[in-house]
């Protein structure tokens, strides 16, 4: 018996797949993203696919892998940008999407399971006047396992942060890779073991975070003349402390056209905004935007907005699946040519080092800003469209970057303590020892 039919046999009941075309469905995420990932992932497959309904279903799986030595790669919605979901080693892929139910809703706290999409769990959440926090704007498709294991911040990260700030998940239970497998939750401060661990440090089964109030939010897109003017009025807004917001981007005049219809409501040659706001505080926000040089060009109130994101209704999706890594994704159906990188700003000089690079790489780097609140501050991270020409011009590009001042996350390699501040914090070594004895959970994403 192949080592594939021994796991069989082990999983007896569990729904599985073994054929082509799911292995390579449930092989595969976004990593196509990176000209650099593209050739190095292509070809990596699962053996076997196995889609767990229940903790007691996931706890089996993990002991027959064990067992059986067989590596483990945990899979939510497939979304992350850096093949971190992608099976290295063969073995298993452990589709959680079955894993799905509101496992609790408390007045501002819940807990889901982790194969639950972002989405959803939104939806679930509307009749109790409550929502996320924060997600990423792959919402409709990102688990909050997946998210917590590979994902940042996202729509909310202005008002609220993101992923690694202290509360902003409260509560994991994960399933240990072992003979006998347990079910361990991590509270407080131990979330850090698994929190963008990429799976490596056990099988997260239910996730529990802070919720806010939900609001009705509207969306805008506003032109203005310049970057630095719409840089300005992003920064200006998300320090407006009275005005309610879940979305703040900011697109250099040359990203717009690449952005479908959306995109041409801009005027040619403008820079723009994206802006999702509290409805009743709208009009406050187009006062502000008119006093920094901008015209609203494309408005959805908050009914529009809910159809687009809830029942995909409307003259164009959800604003937010304009922004983040979908603005990389809209540029790259339109400009194969075109990559992206990762920045940080220094928050004391953000719009000053925004400047600096956007004079000194001219047409290879176009800028997209994303407003956030980090450790307090009013500032913005960026995923700048680059022009690829090669991947030495790529390095001297994230080299020149850093030089100018920013921080430049590596969004060209699978290997979680590669990419530049992704680092793997103090807790998650030991806990792998705890979690996974046999090194088996998504092998070949730590370099040792
Ligand atoms: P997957 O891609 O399935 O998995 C991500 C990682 O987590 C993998 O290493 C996987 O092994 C591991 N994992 C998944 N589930 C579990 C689990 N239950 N237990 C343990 N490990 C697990 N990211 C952002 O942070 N913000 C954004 O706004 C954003 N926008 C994006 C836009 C586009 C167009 C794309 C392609 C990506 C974007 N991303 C963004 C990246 C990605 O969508 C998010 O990080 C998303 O939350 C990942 O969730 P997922 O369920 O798809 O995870």
């Known amino acids: 018996m192949s080592s594939t039919q021994v796991l069989i046999a082990e999983i007896d009941g569990l729904e599985h797949a073994t054929d082509a075309a799911t292995l390579r469905l449930k092989s595969r995420d976004f990593f196509w993203f990176s000209p650099l990932l593209k050739p190095q992932l292509d070809d990596c497959r699962a053996e076997i696919s196995v889609r767990p309904h229940s903790v007691d279903e996931v706890m089996r799986l993990a002991s027959a892998a064990a067992r059986t030595r067989t590596p483990i790669t945990v899979r939510g919605g497939g979304t992350g940008n850096y093949g971190q979901a992608v099976p290295l080693k063969g073995g298993i892929v452990l589709d959680m999407g079955a894993l799905d139910q509101v496992i609790e809703v408390k ?123 719409a ?22 005049p040359r990203i717009p056209p690449k952005l479908g219809r959306l995109g041409r409501k801009v005027p040619e040659g403008k820079a723009a905004a994206i802006i999702m706001v509290a409805e009743p505080q709208a009009a406050a926000m187009e006062d502000m935007a008119r006093a920094h040089g901008g015209e609203i060009v494309f408005a959805r109130d908050a009914e529009g907005a809910q159809m687009a994101a809830f029942e995909g209704k409307g003259e164009v999706g959800p604003l937010y699946e304009y922004t983040w890594n979908h603005t990389t994704l809209h540029a790259l159906k339109r400009d194969p040519a075109i990559t992206y990188l990762q920045l940080r700003f220094p928050p004391d000089s953000n719009l000053e080092v925004m400047g600096r690079l956007a004079e000194h790489f001219g047409d290879e780097m176009l800028m997209h800003l994303e407003f956030q609140r980090r450790f307090g501050r009013a500032t913005f991270s960026a995923l700048p469209l680059v022009q690829f020409t090669s991947e030495a011009r790529l390095r001297e590009i994230m080299a020149e970057t850093e030089a100018l001042g920013a921080q430049v996350s590596d969004p060209h390699t699978y290997v979680l303590n590669n990419a530049g501040w992704k680092r793997v914090d103090a807790p998650q070594p030991e806990f792998k020892r705890q979690a996974d004895p046999y090194s088996l959970l998504n092998p070949g994403k730590l370099a040792e």
């Open 107 to 229: 007045p501002a706290v819940g807990t889901f399971a982790a194969g639950a999409t972002m989405l959803e769990i939104d939806k679930a959440l509307a009749p109790h006047g409550q929502e996320l926090r924060f997600y990423p704007s792959t919402r409709k498709q990102a688990t909050i396992g997946g998210f917590v294991a590979g994902g940042a911040a996202g729509a909310g990260s202005c008002t609220w942060g993101q992923l690694s700030d202290a509360g902003a998940v409260l509560a994991v239970e994960v399933v240990t890779v072992e003979e006998a497998p347990k079910l361990l939750k991590l509270e407080g401060p131990d979330v850090l073991k698994v929190l963008h661990a990429y799976g490596i440090n056990g099988i997260i089964v239910s996730v529990t975070v802070p919720l806010a109030p939900a609001h009705p939010w509207a969306e805008r897109m506003i032109a203005f003349d310049t970057l630095e003017a």
């Open 231 to 252: 840089a300005r009025f992003g920064q200006a807004f998300t320090e407006a402390d009275g005005i309610a917001k879940k979305l703040v981007s900011v697109f250099d």
